[in-house]
Structure formats: C-alpha cells, structure tokens
C-alpha cells in the first residue's frame, strides 16, 4: 500500500528556535497533503491543507506565520515551526489523501515535538 | 460543524469482546472510520465502512453504523493485549479531510 514517511520521529529544540518537519510520499504522488495536531489525551485536530504549487490553506485559529508550510513538490511537504515555545510542544503527523473507498488518507508516523 | 465524541477509555479482559462506541453529527458523511494508534506511532487504518451500509465484519472486527442516530460502534473479538492502543473514530468531511473523536483508551487485562 501506499506510504507516507515523516522526519523526524521526534525532536527536542530550545525555545525561540525553529524546527522543520518533513512529509513525504514514498511511492506516489501527493498534490496534497494535510497536517494535524494532537495534544495528549486528545484528538488529532487538522491545522492546515498543503497544496503543491501555491499556499496552504489553515484552519481557523492556526497562525500562518507561526507554521509555515511549504509543499516543494509532488512527494515533499514540509511544516516549519518558527520562534518554537513549550506550548508548541505536541505530536505533528501529516497525511495525504488515498485514491478511492476506505483509503481516505494515508498517514505518517508521527513525529513528536518538545521545545525545552 | 464537524463534531465526532467517543468515551475515552475502556478496560477489557483478554479473550472478551471489546466494544468502542461513537457518534458524529455530520450526516452527510460518506465513510467512516476506526484507527488504531499505538504509543508514539502513527495512526493505522483498521476499517472503514460506507455510509449506506450498517454493518462491516473483518475478522476479529465488526463495525455497526445505525445512521439514524449517528452511532458508530468497533467490536473487537477475542480481544488480545496487542490490541491495546487508542482508537480513534473518524468521519470524512469532504476533500480527503477527516474529523477525528478524541480516541478510546483500550487497555487490555490478563
């Protein structure tokens, strides 16, 4: 089946510095992509669509200058998480949508975010 | 808007069934889902079912969709500590968009 690899699994970076995550779409082509947010003990919440070729669109109440997304190409999108603080600290996964019935998005693993 | 609740945790004797219950509000869903996701991993697709159908069996698991009241319910059978993890419930809220439940703990006992 389809794969969608994210890097970094899990990273630790002070606070104020900026922190880049990957999302890549290893054996098909993704126009789009979506991220989302989890909180522990809560559930994922979508922050943003990325779209390959022009700008992401963001939910409501998620800052674009805080999370920059970039969708370079057709496999790659990135989520950068500038001037990170504590509060930025959460589980990021992204996904890319599926091709029919039952396959609406594939997910990445995950990658775990802790600013100190 | 798009609202999906699930009870948050559930404890289950190893070789019971296993029974996660779910609603949503958005009716014109067309598939919802269950994923699984184990500690510091990312979500796996279990199964989904269309939303002109009321019952999915796939194995151990049997999903039943009553879309009158909006209630989705994952059955788990011969639940076993490997199926300890969260679930979440989903439903698609159009453009590969998902809206997610807050997860069911499922802990699974000797």
């Known amino acids: 089946g389809a794969v969608v690899s994210q890097h970094p699994s899990w990273v630790i970076c002070k606070s104020g510095t900026s922190v880049k995550i990957e999302c890549r779409s290893l054996?098909?082509?993704?126009?789009?992509m979506f991220w989302y947010r989890q909180f522990p003990k809560q559930s994922l919440m979508l922050m943003a669509t990325?779209?390959?070729?022009?700008?992401?669109?963001?939910e409501q109440g998620v800052e674009k200058d805080k999370f920059l997304i970039n969708h370079a190409s057709l496999t790659l999108s990135t989520l950068t998480v500038t001037s990170a603080h504590p509060e930025d600290s959460s589980f990021y996964i992204c996904?890319?949508?599926?091709?029919?019935?039952?396959?609406?998005?594939?997910f990445g693993q995950g990658t775990r975010l802790t600013v100190v | 808007g798009e609202d999906v609740e699930q009870s948050l945790f559930l404890s289950v004797r190893e070789g019971d069934s296993s029974v996660i219950n779910c609603t949503y509000t958005d009716s014109s869903s067309t598939y919802l889902y269950w994923y699984k996701q184990e500690p510091g991993a990312g979500l796996q697709l279990l199964t989904y079912?269309?939303?002109?159908?009321d019952m999915k069996q796939d194995q151990r698991l049997t999903v039943l969709l009553n879309k009158k009241d909006k209630h989705l319910s994952l059955r788990i059978a011969d639940t076993q500590t490997g199926d300890s993890a969260i679930y979440f419930c989903?439903?698609?809220?159009?453009?590969?968009?998902?809206?997610f439940g807050a997860g069911t703990t499922v802990t699974v006992r000797a």
């Open positions: 079912i269309f939303s002109n159908m």
């Open positions: 054996d098909f082509q993704a126009t789009t």
């Open positions: 996904s890319a949508p599926g091709g029919g019935p039952g396959t609406e998005a594939f």
């Open positions: 989903a439903e698609s809220i159009g453009d590969y968009k998902l809206s």
């Open positions: 990325s779209n390959e070729g022009s700008k992401a669109t963001y």
